[in-house]
């Protein structure tokens, strides 16, 4: 009996361990599943947070991809007004090396006429009579003296006789004034070329107070020729001058020949 019983005790002491042991492993077990469980909610929330992720990553992608087509859109017209901008200046520069060629043409053309010019004589002349009252009358046809110069360029005119000498070869412009006062009194002025009449002006005073004429004339002269006023030599002509200078005689050089 005591052997029996004392087998029995160590039976329930094997018992009671494999049943501490058994606690033991299930508490460990339970453990596990705690810690199972929190791994899974923890690893449920990673997963939706990386659900999330792709998500946004996604959105972020599509709105990067859109973006990139507007900066893509907006590049190619950018390049295309570029091209167009560049054509358009392509033409203006074709253009503006037309207009400088032309310029230059033109700079070239104005320093060939300068030079041209520089080398050409230089003719002008205005004079008027010196004195104060009548002039004439004369006995027979005498040439006008006209004792002062306005201007005298190139001294073709001869104040000491009243003639112009031409200084080369070339198509000149003279005009007159003359004029006479009191009444009755008359004029009668010629121009002369050499000994040649160009033009005969005649004028009468009826009416007591001053009385004008004038004439002007495009003549070829040659190297040397003359040319003068003169006054028909007649007891009734005759000019009248003041210091206003009534009566002048000019002229210039239209261009050589």
């Known amino acids: 009996m005591e052997a029996r019983l004392a087998a029995s005790e160590e039976v329930n002491q094997q018992n009671a361990a494999k049943r501490t042991a058994m606690e033991a492993r299930l508490a460990a077990s339970e453990k596990v599943n705690r810690q199972n469980a929190a791994n899974l909610a923890q690893l ?138 009191g009444s009755p009194q008359s004029m009668n002025i010629y121009m002369y070329k050499n000994n040649q009449q160009l033009i005969r002006n005649y004028g009468q005073n009826n009416h007591g107070g001053f009385e004008y004429m004038s004439n002007a004339v495009v003549v070829e002269l040659e190297l040397g020729d003359t040319v003068d006023l003169r006054l028909q030599g007649h007891s009734s002509y005759r000019l009248y001058d003041s210091s206003h200078n009534h009566n002048t005689f000019s002229g210039f050089l239209l261009y050589p020949l």
């Open 44 to 181: 449920s929330s990673v997963e939706m947070r990386l659900n999330l992720s792709e998500s946004r990553v996604e959105q972020l992608a599509d709105k990067n991809e859109a973006q990139l087509s507007g900066v893509e859109m907006r590049a190619n017209l950018s390049e295309s007004r570029l091209e167009q901008l560049a054509k358009k200046n392509e033409a203006k520069l074709a253009q503006l090396s037309s207009v400088e060629m032309r310029l230059n043409q033109s700079v070239s053309r104005v320093e060939q006429l300068a030079r041209e010019n520089a080398d050409q004589p230089k003719v002008a002349f205005s004079a008027y009579h010196l004195g104060a009252g009548y002039i004439g009358p004369y006995s027979s046809l005498t040439t006008l003296v006209y004792q002062r110069v306005f201007s005298n360029i190139g001294n073709a005119y001869n104040q000491s006789t009243g003639f112009f000498h031409a200084a080369s070869r070339g198509v000149y412009f003279f005009t007159f004034t003359a004029a006479t006062y």
